[in-house]
């Protein structure tokens, strides 16, 4: 079946404009996660869904980072205000339940100039 | 808070040798370990899953160790192939309120060499 997709692919924003990026779980999976991961780093964890609700949203890293999954699929991460610093690559991973293995779409690379 | 270290941050072998690639964690209370591999342009593929309660686990080539009390593990990958280049990621998982959010280590980048 279909894996985790996310769009767009790549991203390239200029600094202060805001960008929204999109994730498809696979179908019928409850839990849906977001990370960031920079360059020559790790993804660390941004938010987490748990249906419609945001679980735990304590790796966002300030108010211009927001995130929605209204009807309990597709999840949307919004960025306000770009900076340079926001560029990287955004992981999106989903799992059947919180206490299953998390598998993770393609990611999408996002670069603020 | 918890920290993943991986050692080395990169690493270059000839085809057909064996290899180990490190993991330490600061916080021995974990739920379970995974190892993935990341492909440059792609997601994270998970490689194998060691619960807590657990001292390793193999997959074909594969083998992960898994010592909690020290806040180690190590990826063995055995007749090592090029196919293996990728980067290795380890990541821990601490079970609270319900949610498993991984916390990674900042990764392995193998190549292996013809």
């Known amino acids: 079946g279909a894996g985790v997709s996310q769009t767009p692919s790549n991203k390239v924003t200029e600094k202060g404009k805001y960008v929204e990026l999109r994730c498809d779980p696979i179908?019928?999976?409850?839990?849906l996660y977001w990370y960031r991961q920079s360059l020559g780093q790790g993804p660390e964890f941004l938010i987490y869904?748990?249906?419609?609700?945001?679980?735990?949203d304590s790796g966002l890293p300030n108010d211009r980072f927001f995130a929605v999954r209204p009807e309990g699929s597709v999840s949307t991460l919004k960025i306000q205000r770009t900076e340079r610093g926001d560029s990287a690559v955004y992981l999106c991973a989903s799992s059947l339940s919180v206490v299953e293995t998390q598998y993770f779409g393609p990611g999408t690379r996002l670069l603020v100039l | 808070k918890q920290e993943v270290t991986q050692i080395p941050a990169a690493l270059s072998v000839p085809e057909g040798e064996n290899l180990v690639l490190n993991c330490s964690f600061t916080?021995?209370?974990?739920?379970?370990l995974q190892w993935f591999r990341q492909d440059p342009g792609k997601g994270l593929t998970s490689l194998l899953l060691i619960q807590s309660s657990q001292r390793e686990q193999t997959s074909g080539r594969l083998n992960a160790s898994l010592d909690k009390s020290s806040g180690r593990s190590t990826l063995y990958i055995a007749a090592s192939q090029p196919g293996d280049s990728a980067t290795y990621l380890c990541a821990v998982e601490k079970v609270r309120g319900g949610g498993n959010k991984l916390t990674f280590g900042t990764g392995t980048q193998l190549k292996v060499e013809l």
């Open positions: 869904f748990q249906g419609t609700g945001a679980a735990d």
């Open positions: 916080d021995s209370a974990i739920y379970n």
């Open positions: 179908s019928g999976h409850t839990a």
